[in-house]
């Protein structure tokens, strides 16, 4: 037994003493711990008042720069006009009432007297009437102002505000801020006075130190208080009183505070923390130190922080047994800790073993999400996405982040939660097919318009039904079927008549047709034709040729069943390789001649004039078929073919098969025009009758500002590359009201405007609008339509300048340099 307790003995005993050791070590370690903690918090503390006191004048400074920088403010001063006066006088009325620190407001003039001033007192502000205004020139402040250059600002001594002779009760902690105002040359013509009413300011610093441990004071730079705890000290350089100072009660600490330039000291038994208010010259500048815009006599000031040692550790009952009670305690839990940490230990492995087979699993499944081909969700009961892969991401143009947590039906027009609540498919494992003959229609946050083939797939997880959905981008698909089907169709056509291509004089066929039309179009329609002089033979089927005209001009004269004009007009042009590179199909750039066909019909809405080219579109016929029916059998023979849609269509394919290239412009209600561009025979054309298309400008254009207004961006685009490749800058809107609304926000040294554009306005209109406005800006206007057609439809001004459809380079540099007055034009 006494061998047993002599060795328990041996074995407790330095257990113990290590206890005791580590008991002392621990509660030394704590008392540094509170000492520093409270230490930094009465640093804060000082810092959070020095700060304060900085932001709230560093404001005033900024009120003072902002009255006096005021227009108003400077032509009351240099008109001398009692109506200014009352203005300004209600503008201050309304600064003051908003910022209530200040007590006075004032204006003086360069002889000291004031002008305008607003006092702030009993909790209102009051404009001062012009018959109480006082002369202030024998005042401190004014006789200081006097020596302050232009943006310079006097601010005065932190002191009470006197009234006739005496401090006035409450006391009443002002500052006075003092800057020069000056004319539009930089002349003083007055001076801005702001007298800054600091007792609620010092009021807020107090109650927030009322809830901190230790006792800060703010000292000015003869060691007085400016606040304290004890308010009947505060102030005594205004009352005479000396020994209300950090200089007469303690020489030492005074002199300690002065000579520290670390962040705080320990003296008599006390932490000291120490922060500085400077002016732009009143002490050295540290990392401590916060700078005021301004200086005044009695700065530096001084926040000074004090704390007593008892009060930074803050001991409590339980401390005085602290040996006994953690010894007992440490014990305890060194028992206790060794018992759990042998269960923690095996815990801790089972724990890791599932982490580690969790994370596998996670991988795994994040790799099999990843190697789906096709867009996948997985969606919850609740119609909530889980989880997607990154071909959904792309899908759907939305992050992982931003697609989780997500109603599936916001993305999807389908009810996930409603598919696998549906008895059906809790009784099925088999899968719900939305296919292409379907299409799911999404609309992508680009705009772009997506169509999706889907498959809903539930299943049940732990006891939850889920849904594996798995997403496919069609619509490259679709769209290439569709052109196709379309192309199939055109070519099914086409094959049936080939081509006899050869040398054309374009001319003769111009007068053969023109004979032709001449005798069949009868009634209130004019036809007119005009051909260019000495017109280039052309490659082309001559009968398919004279077949297409005369079709287009039929269609034209459909078209305006109210009558109207046909206007032909052949000449030749150059397609450059800027206008081959903004259409669709491929065209050669080089010499072509020009067949306009226009007329001034119904027009073609802007939504069918890329289908009016496809095979059996038509639009014919389909308003009217009701009131025919009894005439159809009547009419069987000699409407045959009419309103099929090959019409078009075959003269589309006819000029794509002979190298040439077909346009068509149309505005409703105004009307339409058609394009033919057909290749010449440049072995036998001559090169002069035909110039290339080259203008060299020497950068002439650089460096100005265009606006282009079309909603044709095709155009748009051709147009912007030839102003950028002369070194001009280019933006593009595709309205007038989006044009006008560029015209306000910046200046622009030109605007080239399409004349017909969607909502009310047009490109005249905005011409019109330019010139009654005033806006210094030339005008340029373009059209698909000839400008003899234009002046039929409009009031065109004649010294408007005007650029023709589709655009080339030659064509719009003489438009440039035309509306510039540029070199002659």
Same mark, same amino acid.
């Given at each position: 037994?006494?061998?047993?307790?002599?060795?328990?003995?041996?074995?407790?005993?330095?257990?113990?003493?290590?206890?005791?050791?580590?008991?002392?070590?621990?509660?030394?370690?704590?008392?540094?711990?509170?000492?520093?903690?409270?230490?930094?918090?009465?640093?804060?503390?000082?810092?959070?008042?020095?700060?304060?006191?900085?932001?709230?004048?560093?404001?005033?400074?900024?009120?003072?720069?902002?009255?006096?920088?005021?227009?108003?403010?400077?032509?009351?001063?240099?008109?001398?006009?009692?109506?200014?006066?009352?203005?300004?006088?209600?503008?201050?009325?309304?600064?003051?009432?908003?910022?209530?620190?200040?007590?006075?407001?004032?204006?003086?003039?360069?002889?000291?007297?004031?002008?305008?001033?607003?006092?702030?007192?009993?909790?209102?502000?009051?404009?001062?009437?012009?018959?109480?205004?006082?002369?202030?020139?024998?005042?401190?402040?004014?006789?200081?102002?006097?020596?302050?250059?232009?943006?310079?600002?006097?601010?005065?001594?932190?002191?009470?505000?006197?009234?006739?002779?005496?401090?006035?009760?409450?006391?009443?902690?002002?500052?006075?801020?003092?800057?020069?105002?000056?004319?539009?040359?930089?002349?003083?013509?007055?001076?801005?006075?702001?007298?800054?009413?600091?007792?609620?300011?010092?009021?807020?610093?107090?109650?927030?130190?009322?809830?901190?441990?230790?006792?800060?004071?703010?000292?000015?730079?003869?060691?007085?208080?400016?606040?304290?705890?004890?308010?009947?000290?505060?102030?005594?350089?205004?009352?005479?009183?000396?020994?209300?100072?950090?200089?007469?009660?303690?020489?030492?600490?005074?002199?300690?505070?002065?000579?520290?330039?670390?962040?705080?000291?320990?003296?008599?038994?006390?932490?000291?923390?120490?922060?500085?208010?400077?002016?732009?010259?009143?002490?050295?500048?540290?990392?401590?130190?916060?700078?005021?815009?301004?200086?005044?006599?009695?700065?530096?000031?001084?926040?000074?922080?004090?704390?007593?040692?008892?009060?930074?550790?803050?001991?409590?009952?339980?401390?005085?047994?602290?040996?006994?009670?953690?010894?007992?305690?440490?014990?305890?839990?060194?028992?206790?800790?060794?018992?759990?940490?042998?269960?923690?230990?095996?815990?801790?492995?089972?724990?890791?073993?599932?982490?580690?087979?969790?994370?596998?699993?996670?991988?795994?499944?994040?790799?099999?999400?990843?190697?789906?081909?096709?867009?996948?969700?997985?969606?919850?009961?609740?119609?909530?996405?889980?989880?997607?892969?990154?071909?959904?991401?792309?899908?759907?143009?939305?992050?992982?982040?931003?697609?989780?947590?997500?109603?599936?039906?916001?993305?999807?027009?389908?009810?996930?939660?409603?598919?696998?609540?549906?008895?059906?498919?809790?009784?099925?494992?088999?899968?719900?097919?939305?296919?292409?003959?379907?299409?799911?229609?999404?609309?992508?946050?680009?705009?772009?318009?997506?169509?999706?083939?889907?498959?809903?797939?539930?299943?049940?997880?732990?006891?939850?039904?889920?849904?594996?959905?798995?997403?496919?981008?069609?619509?490259?698909?679709?769209?290439?079927?569709?052109?196709?089907?379309?192309?199939?169709?055109?070519?099914?056509?086409?094959?049936?008549?080939?081509?006899?291509?050869?040398?054309?004089?374009?001319?003769?066929?111009?007068?053969?047709?023109?004979?032709?039309?001449?005798?069949?179009?009868?009634?209130?329609?004019?036809?007119?034709?005009?051909?260019?002089?000495?017109?280039?033979?052309?490659?082309?089927?001559?009968?398919?040729?004279?077949?297409?005209?005369?079709?287009?001009?039929?269609?034209?004269?459909?078209?305006?069943?109210?009558?109207?004009?046909?206007?032909?007009?052949?000449?030749?042009?150059?397609?450059?390789?800027?206008?081959?590179?903004?259409?669709?199909?491929?065209?050669?750039?080089?010499?072509?001649?020009?067949?306009?066909?226009?007329?001034?019909?119904?027009?073609?809405?802007?939504?069918?004039?890329?289908?009016?080219?496809?095979?059996?579109?038509?639009? /014919? @016929? %389909? $308003? *009217?078929? =009701? !009131? &025919?029916? #009894?005439? /159809? @059998? %009547? $009419? *069987?023979? =000699? !409407? &045959?073919? #009419?309103?099929?849609?090959?019409?078009?269509?075959?003269?589309?394919?006819?000029?794509?098969?002979?190298?040439?290239?077909?346009?068509?412009?149309?505005?409703?209600?105004?009307?339409?025009?058609?394009?033919?561009?057909?290749?010449?025979?440049?072995?036998?054309?001559?090169?002069?009758?035909?110039?290339?298309?080259?203008?060299?400008?020497?950068?002439?254009?650089?460096?100005?500002?265009?606006?282009?207004?079309?909603?044709?961006?095709?155009?748009?685009?051709?147009?912007?590359?030839?102003?950028?490749?002369?070194?001009?800058?280019?933006?593009?809107?595709?309205?007038?009201?989006?044009?006008?609304?560029?015209?306000?926000?910046?200046?622009?040294?030109?605007?080239?405007?399409?004349?017909?554009?969607?909502?009310?306005?047009?490109?005249?209109?905005?011409?019109?609008?330019?010139?009654?406005?005033?806006?210094?800006?030339?005008?340029?206007?373009?059209?698909?339509?000839?400008?003899?057609?234009?002046?039929?439809?409009?009031?065109?001004?004649?010294?408007?300048?005007?650029?023709?459809?589709?655009?080339?380079?030659?064509?719009?540099?003489?438009?440039?340099?035309?509306?510039?007055?540029?070199?002659?034009?």
């Amino acid at each position: 037994m006494v061998s047993f307790m002599r060795t328990s003995l041996k074995t407790v005993l330095p257990f113990f003493l290590v206890i005791i050791l580590l008991m002392l070590v621990v509660f030394q370690m704590d008392k540094t711990q509170r000492e520093d903690a409270a230490k930094q918090q009465l640093n804060a503390t000082v810092q959070q008042v020095t700060k304060t006191l900085q932001s709230n004048l560093s404001q005033v400074v900024a009120d003072l720069a902002f009255l006096a920088g005021q227009t108003k403010t400077q032509d009351v001063l240099m008109k001398h006009i009692s109506p200014h006066a009352n203005h300004l006088c209600e503008e201050f009325f309304r600064f003051a009432t908003l910022n209530k620190r200040y007590s006075q407001i004032r204006l003086l003039d360069v002889t000291g007297y004031e002008v305008v001033r607003v006092d702030y007192k009993d909790g209102a502000a009051h404009c001062v009437p012009e018959s109480q205004l006082q002369d202030k020139s024998d005042r401190y402040y004014f006789l200081e102002s006097e020596k302050l250059k232009p943006g310079q600002i006097y601010q005065s001594k932190f002191d009470l505000n006197i009234e006739y002779g005496q401090v006035e009760v409450p006391y009443n902690p002002t500052i006075r801020f003092v800057t020069p105002v000056t004319d539009y040359l930089g002349g003083v013509v007055g001076y801005m006075v702001l007298n800054f009413n600091a007792r609620e300011m010092l009021f807020d610093i107090y109650s927030a130190l009322k809830r901190q441990r230790g006792d800060v004071r703010i000292l000015n730079k003869e060691g007085y208080f400016l606040l304290s705890n004890n308010f009947s000290q505060d102030w005594g350089f205004m009352f005479h009183l000396p020994q209300f100072s950090v200089a007469k009660q303690s020489p030492e600490l005074w002199e300690k505070i002065n000579q520290t330039t670390s962040e705080g000291f320990d003296f008599d038994g006390k932490y000291y923390a120490i922060e500085r208010v400077c002016g732009a010259h009143s002490c050295q500048k540290g990392n401590l130190d916060l700078v005021l815009p301004t200086d005044a006599a009695d700065l530096p000031w001084t926040v000074v922080g004090a704390l007593s040692q008892s009060k930074m550790v803050g001991y409590s009952w339980w401390q005085s047994q602290w040996p006994y009670f953690i010894s007992a305690l440490l014990i305890a839990v060194a028992f206790f800790a060794l018992r759990v940490s042998w269960k923690l230990s095996n815990s801790f492995k089972q724990l890791v073993a599932r982490e580690f087979m969790l994370e596998r699993s996670k991988q795994r499944f994040e790799k099999l999400l990843e190697s789906v081909p096709d867009g996948l969700l997985v969606v919850n009961e609740r119609g909530l996405i889980e989880a997607v892969n990154p071909v959904a991401e792309t899908i759907f143009e939305t992050a992982r982040d931003q697609l989780v947590g997500q109603s599936a039906e916001s993305f999807i027009s389908v009810d996930i939660a409603e598919s696998l609540h549906n008895d059906s498919a809790q009784n099925t494992s088999q899968p719900i097919r939305i296919t292409r003959h379907d299409p799911l229609e999404y609309l992508s946050k680009t705009g772009q318009k997506k169509y999706l083939e889907m498959m809903v797939d539930p299943v049940v997880f732990d006891d939850e039904r889920l849904a594996i959905v798995l997403v496919r981008d069609v619509t490259d698909s679709l769209a290439f079927q569709d052109k196709l089907r379309q192309t199939q169709k055109l070519l099914a056509v086409l094959r049936k008549k080939p081509l006899n291509i050869e040398k054309v004089d374009i001319e003769e066929v111009m007068s053969y047709v023109m004979d032709i039309l001449n005798r069949g179009i009868k009634g209130n329609v004019k036809i007119s034709c005009h051909c260019m002089p000495n017109l280039p033979a052309v490659l082309v089927d001559s009968n398919e040729l004279t077949n297409a005209l005369i079709n287009l001009v039929v269609n034209a004269r459909d078209a305006m069943p109210d009558g109207g004009e046909i206007q032909i007009k052949v000449e030749r042009t150059y397609l450059d390789e800027q206008y081959s590179k903004s259409v669709a199909e491929e065209i050669l750039p080089g010499k072509y001649v020009l067949i306009e066909i226009q007329d001034t019909g119904e027009g073609i809405p802007k939504e069918l004039i890329g289908k009016v080219l496809e095979p059996f579109f038509t639009t /014919k @016929d %389909k $308003d *009217k078929g =009701k !009131d &025919k029916d #009894k005439d /159809k @059998d %009547k $009419d *069987k023979d =000699k !409407d &045959k073919g #009419k309103g099929t849609g090959l019409g078009l269509a075959m003269i589309y394919g006819f000029i794509k098969l002979s190298k040439g290239h077909m346009r068509i412009y149309s505005e409703v209600g105004i009307g339409t025009s058609v394009h033919l561009y057909l290749p010449i025979d440049t072995q036998t054309t001559d090169t002069n009758v035909f110039p290339e298309q080259s203008v060299d400008f020497h950068n002439s254009l650089a460096g100005y500002h265009v606006l282009i207004v079309d909603d044709e961006l095709d155009f748009a685009e051709v147009l912007k590359d030839y102003l950028k490749s002369e070194g001009m800058q280019a933006e593009i809107v595709d309205s007038v009201d989006r044009a006008w609304d560029k015209l306000k926000e910046k200046t622009f040294d030109l605007v080239f405007s399409d004349i017909v554009m969607p909502g009310v306005m047009g490109g005249i209109q905005l011409y019109d609008k330019i010139k009654a406005e005033g806006v210094d800006v030339k005008v340029i206007l373009s059209s698909g339509f000839s400008k003899d057609m234009l002046l039929k439809q409009y009031e065109l001004d004649e010294n408007m300048v005007f650029v023709r459809k589709p655009y080339n380079r030659e064509g719009v540099m003489n438009a440039l340099m035309k509306a510039l007055n540029r070199d002659g034009y």
